[in-house]
């Protein structure tokens, strides 16, 4: 029996295998390019070329070659993406059980491009939507979970893509994409390799990337992941170099959560980017989760190194580090150990900065710090022989949510000293009491500070509202403020009118250009210069690259100013005061030390003026005077 049953199954596999040969011998497939084009053409209004003859193979799988083919943009003859070949191939058995097992999908020479118009659709939307015109109760089939399918791998060669940003005038181009697959499955681990060469013009860059490891896929779970991975990066940001090395022995992310964990996770960069010259940076992290559903951060361990120079190499020498040993925060409670960083800077000044974070408690809601302190010293020389020395300690507890993403620094104090031979009493100390609230959500900052030093009351609030853009509004008042005892009058120098340029001080006012600003500032009694004005009163505001000081008034010497004055970030600046019943000669005596003429005047002016340097302002300045 059993002999006939071997026999029977025999015959049908020969006649199985009779039936392929036949079937790939006397079947054209080339006949169905015409209704596959025209098919692509109703459904997706695309014209879809084939270049050559499609091929058909059935043993060991149902395979189909492509020919170079190209696919145009939706509605025109215009190129959207072609390929210069392609080939796959399925089994048949378990297509009849629902089941999609295919051999190594191979596409050659891909080259395609991608824009983002300016109201944020793309050329891309009809191909993601599919059929706009199926039916409502095919469109909203439940889905019976994901696809069952084995791949024997992927392989993509030498593609070409392009991602055109028409808002932003951003283009990003991958060229030599290379990538290569093992076995893909509903639920599997593969090894990935991948290679590309990469530009962008916004900011100009252009590079290498290359990056392989083991890729963990689970459709069923939602889960995705890696083990062993490796990428290295060498890029041109803005024409300068930057390479960076990253390993990492695990990565996992949960689809349905959002949570994301890593470990082993270490990284190197060196080059040159934002003005600044990175000799080295390191970065290690044993351990890294984070769960936005159970609301939990947790670090085993973080290091953060670098150094390098600032100013692209050629100012001061920089060295930061950051260490968080331990933390842990849930819903529940949180936990961490003494969090540091430190900066120093060694150059044409020093800077020797230390933050530190003790005493975490609470939880994702409601998180505490004991405290958080500043320790720094800067040092900057005066001339040869002199040194200007700024120490400042600063503490506070804090409090943070990660949940409202606030951040509060609820009682700021501390002081700041500087030693200053230049200065007449050689040493100030401000003593700071201080307030600090960032909401992250409502895009708000709320800022407290007063100080009293000397005869001095000094006091300011500042809020922001919204981020991008930013705007600052604040009120700064003071009773007393004699600037002349910390900033005396500088020595006389070199005019400015000299035709070298190097001996005419540049003005460059584009800062204004992102400044976005209204307050006000009062204060009772202010000398400077050896002028004394009481109850002085400017209010300022900043938009569209303009800030102007309007009104600014005050009394003086018995008498009264009323001013106007603006500058524009093209560097213009303008003034229109009026001086009213001044009692001339002690304020001659006051500015020039010189007692010239007596009795009470009126000075009018009215001037503008406009330069990229000191003395282009001077012999640009035009205007109106009038003295009485």
Not at 119 to 125: R, Y
Not at 166 to 179: D, G, H, R, Y
Not at 493 to 503: E, I, Q, R, T, V
Not at 547 to 569: E, Q
Request: net charge positive; no cysteine.
């Amino acid at each position: 029996m059993l002999k006939k049953i071997l026999i029977g199954l025999g015959v049908l596999l020969g006649l199985l295998v009779l039936a392929a040969i036949a079937l790939v011998a006397f079947v054209d497939v080339n006949r169905f390019k015409p209704q596959i084009e025209q098919a692509v053409k109703e459904r997706f209004n695309r014209t879809l070329t084939m270049e050559g003859d499609l091929s058909l193979a059935l043993l060991p799988r149902i395979g189909v070659s492509l020919p170079r083919t190209t696919l145009s943009e939706q509605g025109g003859p215009k190129p959207f993406a072609r390929l210069d070949g392609a080939r796959v191939s399925v089994a048949l058995l378990p297509l009849l059980s629902g089941r999609i097992e295919a051999g190594k999908i191979s596409v050659y020479g891909l080259t395609a491009t991608i824009e983002k118009r300016a109201d944020g659709s793309t050329n891309i939307d009809d191909l993601l939507k599919g059929d706009a015109k199926a039916a409502p109760a095919e469109q909203k089939k439940p889905a019976s979970g994901p696809p069952q399918f084995e791949i024997g791998g992927i392989e993509l060669a030498n593609a070409n893509l392009t991602y055109r940003d028409l808002a932003a005038k951003n283009t990003v181009t991958l060229t030599q994409l290379n990538l290569n697959t093992g076995r893909l499955a509903t639920q599997s681990r593969t090894p990935v390799e991948l290679s590309t060469q990469f530009s962008a013009t916004q900011p100009a860059a252009q590079g290498e990337l290359k990056a392989r490891g083991d890729l963990d896929l689970d459709l069923v779970k939602n889960a995705f992941g890696g083990r062993g991975l490796d990428v290295a990066l060498k890029a041109t940001l803005d024409k300068r170099a930057v390479s960076v090395d990253g390993r990492a022995a695990e990565l996992r992310f949960d689809g349905a959560s959002g949570a994301l964990s890593v470990s082993k996770l270490e990284a190197s960069a060196q080059g040159a980017a934002g003005g600044v010259q990175l000799d080295g940076a390191k970065i290690a992290v044993p351990a890294l989760a984070w769960d936005p559903a159970a609301k939990r951060l947790s670090a085993g361990g973080v290091e953060i190194t670098a150094r390098g120079k600032l100013a692209d190499g050629k100012g001061d020498a920089f060295d930061a580090r950051l260490a968080a040993p331990k933390l842990d925060i849930t819903a529940e409670r949180a936990s961490g150990e003494r969090v540091t960083a430190s900066v120093k800077l060694s150059g044409a000044q020093t800077v020797d900065a230390r933050l530190t974070l003790d005493g975490m408690a609470g939880n994702a809601q409601a998180l505490t710090i004991g405290t958080l302190s500043l320790n720094a010293e800067v040092q900057q020389p005066i001339d040869k022989q002199r040194t200007r020395r700024i120490v400042a300690a600063l503490a506070s507890p804090a409090t943070a949510s990660l949940d409202a993403q606030t951040f509060a620094l609820t009682k700021l104090a501390g002081d700041i000293t500087m030693e200053d031979p230049a200065l007449p009493q050689k040493s100030v100390k401000l003593p700071i009491t201080a307030s600090l609230s960032v909401d992250g959500k409502k895009e708000t900052v709320d800022a407290r500070f007063t100080t009293r030093f000397d005869e001095t009351t000094l006091g300011a609030e500042f809020d922001v509202r919204g981020f991008a853009p930013m705007r600052l509004t604040f009120e700064a008042s003071a009773d007393k403020l004699n600037l002349d005892r910390y900033f005396p009058p500088a020595k006389p120098g070199p005019g400015n009118d000299s035709a070298d340029p190097k001996d005419d001080p540049k003005i460059d006012l584009s800062a204004l250009k992102g400044l976005n600003l209204a307050g006000e500032a009062r204060v009772g009694q202010l000398q400077a210069r050896g002028i004394k004005t009481q109850n002085l009163r400017v209010v300022l505001k900043a938009a569209n690259g303009r800030l102007d000081a309007a009104p600014v008034t005050a009394a003086l010497y018995g008498g009264s100013v009323s001013a106007r004055a603006f500058a524009t970030a093209e560097n213009r600046i303008g003034l229109d005061a009026a001086l009213t019943g001044v009692n001339i000669e002690p304020l001659m005596k006051d500015a020039l030390d010189k007692d010239l003429i007596a009795g009470r005047g009126n000075v009018k002016l009215d001037v503008a003026t406009a330069g990229a340097t000191v003395g282009a302002m001077k012999r640009a300045l035009d205007g109106s005077g009038a003295l009485a």
